[in-house]
């Protein structure tokens, strides 16, 4: 005993200080001789943060000492891993939960209009002429998947990159979006003769991080070199229980600490301290392109969007797509201050009513004349110049202004309300003190801009919504509830997506594809068009597409096609069936002459079906295998494929 006293206050002594700061926690005292010199720093800093209630349950010492251990464990991680550690952190929420407790608008003083950018119309001569400036710019480009969410919304128990984007072929979302650089990289070298491997970057977190890795290292990273690929994993933050910023225990574990994600905003923080920006402007990186986790159409407009970067020189290019009114996605806004400030910035879709109430729009979050909010879709895919990016975060770390998400944000409709309200403050009663379940700090990552000076060149694409834009986020039932003419973003959307982006991309090409029909599935009204995939490297953009289809084609409404060969050439075909050809790079094939058979067919199946895998039963179809066309080329040579 007598060595245990010495050990504390000899700790004790070496802190300089006296104990005196465990006294606002009893059992902390009595625990503090097993402590180390650094547990005991923090549980100082905890103290002094108000934080004292955290060892309130405490058992004497001598008793679950390993899960004290822990608990120190834990919070030296939450304090490692926040720039400026635990204390800013609470400081921050404090000041946040004031503001929004006393209803404080974060855009107090600005005016928002409708801002202007770059609007692209798929397949003209300006799309096409950027999709080139594109794809020659790609060989300097670094992507950056943000992984770490845990699709709440979508209710799915697996992570969302490992969902087929479509049941056709079965592709995954990650296999897709990997399968889509490694073309990118490869039409690159192919125009410039200069041959870069692009990197990839994946942030992940610990819901989705060992099951991210291992649907890499089991599908061998779907083709991409191991070392091309980095996951960088961000942590949680600690929750909060009232506005006095009182960090929340584990219900279920009185010695851990309640944490949720911290939003998609870490990604700067984590590219920028992990080293990987310098490693990529080292290396002659010029852009980093961010994306989020299930957008299937994605990469049909990454090209065209890269192409007005390199042409407009934006340090900043948000792609959007028009948005309809109190659609779940932000807002793209000019905001103008009073002082004059002004800049181009996503406004989130909580906030962009309030924000339009507020300065003398008295309807709100509303519909223009063309049937659209005026202002565009933030989809969240970003391309920043990484010179001027690298610079900036030399100056901030990537700490990004963060928010909370009070209720009184939230007026809008019930949907809205009822999509995101895992993510917003309820508080108790109406003194506003404390929360009915706990809360955190969040940041988001188009946020970058705000603290750009007004020098920035920030711009923004807008395109079609059908070619770039069809995310899965929203079960079933939730996806059932969407006011008609707002988008589902369910499965069974984002597939049907994906076979009308490519039934109209090849009608622009010059093929006879057959109308669509109406069907239900899951409660939802879709367009089924006919079943149409390839490979990115067989049509990554507009130009090459037009080069592999000739004049005289037709695909029947109830047909299925999938491409999954390079140099596959439709010359006078006429499908009505389901036809799938796979062929080696260097096969070329002519595929001509009328295909019929009884083709796969779309039949409907009842999410609540618990006999049918998840990831079926989310769509509400499936698709029966009836009979096709198959033919595989394996070797090199020319060949015609003619039924
Ligand atoms: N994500 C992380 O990597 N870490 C996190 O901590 C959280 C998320 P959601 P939401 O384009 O449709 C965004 O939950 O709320 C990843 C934009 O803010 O799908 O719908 C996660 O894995 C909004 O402006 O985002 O809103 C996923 O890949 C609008 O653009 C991504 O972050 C909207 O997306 C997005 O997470 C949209």
């Known amino acids: 005993m007598a060595s245990t006293l010495e050990s504390t206050t000899d700790n004790l002594s070496k802190l ?33 943060m108000g934080q ?21 464990d834990q919070v030296a991680r939450l304090n490692s891993s926040y720039p400026g550690g635990l204390k800013s952190y609470i400081k921050t929420a404090r000041e946040l939960l004031t503001d929004s407790k006393a209803g404080k608008n974060p855009f107090d003083g600005f005016t928002p209009s409708v801002p202007t950018g770059e609007s692209l119309t798929f397949g003209n001569d300006t799309f096409i002429n950027y999709e080139q400036e594109g794809v020659k710019e790609a060989k300097n480009a670094a992507f950056v998947l943000v992984a770490g969410g845990l699709g709440e919304r979508l209710g799915y128990n697996g992570i969302k990159v490992a969902l087929p984007a479509e049941t056709t072929s079965g592709t995954c979302f990650l296999q897709n979006y990997i399968e889509c650089i490694l073309a990118l990289q490869d039409a690159s070298c192919q125009l410039t003769q200069e041959c870069k491997e692009i990197p990839f970057a994946i942030m992940t977190s610990d819901d989705t991080h060992l099951r991210t890795l291992e649907l890499l290292e089991s599908n061998s990273y779907f083709g991409m070199k191991p070392t091309q690929v980095k996951l960088l994993k961000q942590e949680k933050v600690a929750c909060l229980d009232d506005n006095d910023a009182r960090i929340a225990l584990d219900p279920k574990n009185k010695y851990r600490i309640q944490t949720k994600p911290h939003g998609h905003g870490d990604v700067h923080s984590l590219l920028y301290s992990s080293g990987l920006l310098k490693t990529w402007h080292d290396t002659g990186v010029r852009w980093v392109l961010f994306f989020q986790d299930t957008n299937g159409l994605l990469f049909k407009a990454i090209p065209a969007a890269l192409g007005v970067s390199a042409t407009k020189q934006y340090h900043v290019n948000s792609l959007a797509v028009p948005r309809k009114a109190k659609e779940a996605i932000g807002g793209i806004t000019k905001l103008t201050h009073a002082d004059g400030r002004s800049m181009v910035i996503n406004v989130e879709y909580n906030q962009l009513d309030p924000l339009l109430r507020a300065t003398g729009h008295p309807n709100g979050d509303v519909n223009c004349e063309t049937g659209y909010s005026p202002f565009p879709g933030n989809i969240n895919q970003l391309i920043l110049e990484l010179g001027p990016y690298l610079e900036e975060l030399k100056n901030t770390g990537g700490a990004i202004k963060e928010f909370v998400n009070p209720k009184a944000l939230l007026a809008l409709t019930e949907y809205l309300v009822q999509l995101k309200c895992s993510r917003m403050i309820l508080y108790k009663d109406s003194t506003k003190s404390s929360f009915k379940s706990s809360s955190r700090l969040e940041c988001m990552m188009q946020d970058y801009p705000k603290t750009l000076p007004p020098s920035a060149r920030v711009g923004f694409t807008v395109m ?63 367009e089924v068009w006919p079943r149409i995939t390839w490979k990115p490297k067989w049509g990554l953009i507009f130009s090459d597409i037009r080069k592999k289809v000739g004049k005289n084609c037709s695909i029947s409404e ?20 389901t036809l799938i050809v796979d062929a080696v790079d260097k096969a070329e094939v ?31 179809f499936k698709i029966n295998k009836i009979e096709q066309l198959e033919k595989n080329y394996n070797e090199p040579g020319k060949f015609s494929l003619k039924p």
Not at 56 to 62: D, L, R, S, T
């Open 16 to 48: 300089d200080i006296d104990g005196g700061f465990a006294n606002s926690a009893p059992n902390l005292l009595k625990n503090l001789s097993t402590l180390s010199f650094e547990q005991i720093e923090l549980a100082k800093m905890l103290t002094e």
């Open 52 to 72: 004292s209630h955290l060892f309130e349950q405490w058992a004497e010492p001598g008793v679950d000492d390993e899960e004290k251990k822990a608990f120190f």
């Open 464 to 526: 079609d919504t059908w070619l770039a834009y069809a995310p899965v986020k929203n079960n079933p039932e939730d996806a059932a509830k969407v006011p008609k003419g707002n988008p589902y973003h369910s499965a069974t959307s984002g597939e049907t997506a994906i076979y009308r982006a490519n039934s109209l991309i090849l009608r622009k090409a010059g093929v006879q594809v057959g109308d669509p029909v109406e069907e239900v599935f899951n409660g939802q009204e879709v």
């Open 558 to 577: 109830k047909s299925t096609l999938v491409i999954k060969g390079r140099n596959v050439f439709l010359e006078d075909l006429s499908l009505d069936g």
């Open 590 to 620: 002519k595929v001509e002459g009328s295909v019929q058979n009884k083709g796969w067919t779309i039949e409907s199946v009842d999410y609540k079906d618990t006999s049918i895998p998840e990831e079926i039963r989310i769509r509400g």
